[in-house]
């Protein structure tokens, strides 16, 4: 009897269409997604690395909104500072004028009025300079209080303390009590506005100097996301070229074992019809 059929060569023949089936779909998922790691099985060290970077990417990109909102923070802390800094050059003036001898009572009872606003208002200030609920010029961000912290790292350390700004209301600056109503008074409150000033313009130097470490932060925390992005994308991030490579090889081999399954079943049926006749 003639041997039309070979079970042996189908099964390969199926088994190849199979795989190369197989090979073309992850091939096809590649280029469509640009991404080379669709599943563990493709590389699973190069997975779980790619997995590692990203986690790392988006806990920087936390730290940097962190960090940003740290620098607000300190901005709106600057703004209060600065208001404060133009009440007490404002008092200043007003002292210097009280102090003069040419004065009369009335004159300096004017003044003093003036003076005690502008005294109430740097309390205002103080007290009432918040961000998002935070106070920050009241003593809350002094540098002996609780720590205020940001997180600006992938480390559990990596943090920042914003505690740079002593309480600047009117008992802390020297300005309780002072009274511009008698020319002494108004000598009096000299020395103590001017040191009131002195300590505003320290403390504006702190914060400035953090915002600037903070601004740093950023920018430095910004590279290193561009850095572990292109050290993901190498691991994670298909080659194009060779997938669109893979998959023409992979379509090739797809067809031809498709076309040796139909040549063979072919070659099977003009057999069964060669015995057919013979029997007939």
């Known amino acids: 009897m003639t041997d039309f059929f070979n079970p042996a060569i189908t099964g390969r023949l199926l088994n190849s269409i199979t795989r190369n089936h197989s090979g073309l779909q992850n091939s096809v998922s590649k280029v469509a997604s640009g991404i080379r790691l669709i599943n563990a099985s493709v590389d699973p060290a190069g997975l779980s690395l790619s997995e590692k970077l990203r986690s790392d990417i988006r806990v920087l990109g936390q730290a940097i909104r962190d960090t940003e909102s740290g620098a607000g923070f300190l901005n709106v802390a600057e703004s209060g500072l600065s208001a404060i800094s133009d009440l007490l050059t404002r008092g200043r003036e007003l002292a210097f004028q009280a102090a003069g001898g040419t004065l009369g009572d009335d004159q300096r009872q004017a003044l003093n009025q ?3 606003q502008i005294v109430a208002e740097i309390d205002r200030i103080a007290q009432s300079t918040q961000f998002n609920g935070q106070n920050l010029l009241n003593g809350d961000l002094a540098p002996a209080a609780p720590p205020v912290e940001i ?3 992938i480390g559990a ?4 303390a914003l505690n740079v700004i002593d309480a600047v209301d009117a008992t802390a600056l020297g300005l309780a009590g002072l009274d511009l109503s008698t020319a002494a008074g108004a000598q009096a409150a000299l020395n103590p506005l001017d040191a009131a000033g002195q300590t505003i313009l320290d403390t504006r130097s702190s914060s400035a100097a953090l915002a600037g470490r ?3 932060v ?3 925390s910004q590279n290193h996301i561009i850095e572990l992005t292109a050290a993901r994308s190498q691991i994670a991030d298909a080659d194009l070229a060779q997938e669109v490579s893979d998959l023409s090889t992979g ?3 797809l067809q031809a074992s498709i076309r040796a399954l139909a040549l063979q079943n072919r070659e099977s049926a003009d057999n069964v019809g060669r015995l057919l006749n013979i029997r007939a």
Request: hydrophobic residues 45%; proline residues 0%; without cysteine.
């Open 218 to 220: 950023v920018a430095a």
């Open 251 to 253: 379509l090739l081999r």
């Open 151 to 153: 997180q600006v790292g």
């Open 157 to 160: 350390n990596d943090r920042i």
């Open 114 to 116: 003036e003076f005690q």
């Open 214 to 216: 903070l601004e740093s």
